[in-house]
């Protein structure tokens, strides 16, 4: 168990619906990342939060966005769905250094007909 | 554009062998990771590789990283079962962690 939770875990909806995902860090861990793994690009950085604030940006769609709160948790919302948004989406954190390992929670699939 | 390529995407190999996973990258980095997933679970962090020269082991397997070279290395020794699973390589590139495509290594008894 890595400590970060992630809901729901399955989640299946229709093209050009929208979706929220949610993650919850480790206790004590500031940053939060979001991945994408599909089976077609493998697996992609989306987006870094850290304490808070948008830390890095990676291949995120504009059709993504995400936050965190002040209570660390971490929201990833896809609008507008298509049916290429179909993967599994990872969260996982650390305490906020790059040279420290990240620990990813079990996923979301997410699965779009 | 950074670039991680692993080689080789796909190994079969029989308990007890020795094998040697590549992760060669396209720029300059000084922050390697190896990551392993089971089938269906998520990523489990195995070694964070900070400097030119740098080795790590843990039990059967041994990441070592040359920058100058721009490789990483993931050693198996004396292959068992358990090790069944994908393993990636990931560079920290500049605000961005760039994934490798993935090992997926089976050993069969």
């Known amino acids: 168990d890595s400590g970060v939770t992630q809901t729901p875990k399955h989640l299946i909806t229709a093209t050009g619906q929208r979706v929220t995902l949610r993650c919850s860090p480790r206790?004590?861990?500031?940053?939060v990342y979001w991945y994408q793994q599909s089976l077609d690009q493998g697996l992609q950085f989306l987006i870094q939060?850290?304490?808070?604030?948008?830390?890095a940006k990676g291949n995120i769609l504009e059709r993504f966005s995400a936050q965190q709160f002040p209570d660390l948790h971490s929201e990833l919302n896809l609008s507008s769905l298509e049916l290429g948004d179909s993967a599994l989406y990872f969260c996982?954190?650390?305490?906020?250094?790059?040279?420290?390992?990240?620990?990813f929670g079990d996923g979301t699939r997410l699965s779009i007909l | 554009e950074l670039k991680v390529e692993q080689n080789p995407l796909f190994l079969s190999m029989q308990e007890g062998k020795n094998y040697t996973i590549y992760c060669n990258y396209s720029t300059t980095s000084d922050r390697l990771y190896w990551y392993r997933q089971d089938p269906g679970k998520s990523l489990e962090s195995l070694f964070v590789?900070?400097?030119?020269?740098a080795v790590k082991q843990e039990g059967r397997l041994m990441a070592s990283l040359d920058t100058k070279a721009r490789l990483s290395t993931l050693h198996i020794t004396a292959a068992v079962h358990d090790l069944s699973a994908t393993y990636f390589c990931v560079l920290q590139g500049a605000q961005k962690l760039v994934f490798g495509q993935g090992t997926r290594l089976t050993i069969n008894p």
């Open positions: 939060y850290y304490n808070g604030e948008e830390r």
């Open positions: 996982a954190s650390n305490r906020g250094g790059d040279n420290q390992p990240q620990h």
């Open positions: 206790s004590g861990d500031l940053s």
């Open positions: 590789l900070l400097s030119n020269g």
